[in-house]
């Protein structure tokens, strides 16, 4: 059911204060949680997620357990939704699957190059491996070429347009 969040728990973590991990065992592709919230044009920071060219997908309420999916360049979790056309749409309902075989206390993490075009505030430093992390656009042409079989489908569309494609 969407917020059912019982397949997970948000846990304490020295680097980003709290995080979200597996309460299970879950074999990849496994459903782990479906989740919506409210849709704004505004790029908010570490409280929102984009899910169309001009749309972020805010908590509602507020500090759902999405919230803590820590970014890792080899994710654990794999989003998807329906395509979402503007600020203005009904929000999506996103689907969060395990990506790998997961074990009790796996920790659970997306990679925000393949949802966010251009990170609020310049991004972060992956705690993992210490890169940068601002966003799709700010990839290297490799890592772009890389990414974009697993990219957002809105993600995809800007790259086109970057290219001159559109």
């Not at 991004?123 to 290297?140: A, D, I, N, P, T």
């Not at 890389?146 to 559109?166: F, I, N, S, T, V």
Request: hydrophobic share 35%.
């Amino acid at each position: 059911a969407v917020g059912d969040f019982s397949a997970v728990r948000v846990v304490p973590c020295p680097t980003t204060g709290e995080a979200l991990e597996a309460a299970d065992s879950f074999i990849a592709s496994a459903e782990l949680f479906r989740f919506t919230g409210t849709l704004s044009s505004e790029n908010i920071g570490d409280r929102s997620l984009m899910v169309g060219r001009e749309a972020h997908i805010l908590s509602d309420p507020e500090e759902q357990p999405w919230v803590y999916l820590d970014h890792s360049f080899n994710p654990t979790v794999s989003l998807s939704h329906a395509p979402v056309l503007n600020a203005d749409a009904p929000p999506p309902v996103i689907t969060a699957k395990a990506a790998v075989d997961l074990q009790p206390g796996a920790p659970l993490t997306i990679d925000y190059t393949l949802h966010e075009w251009d990170m609020h505030n310049g991004g972060f430093l992956c705690g993992e491996s210490g890169r940068q992390v601002s966003g799709f656009k700010h990839l290297s042409d490799g890592e772009k070429e890389d990414a974009l079989p697993r990219a957002a489908d809105h993600l995809k569309e800007l790259h086109l347009d970057e290219q001159g494609g559109r």
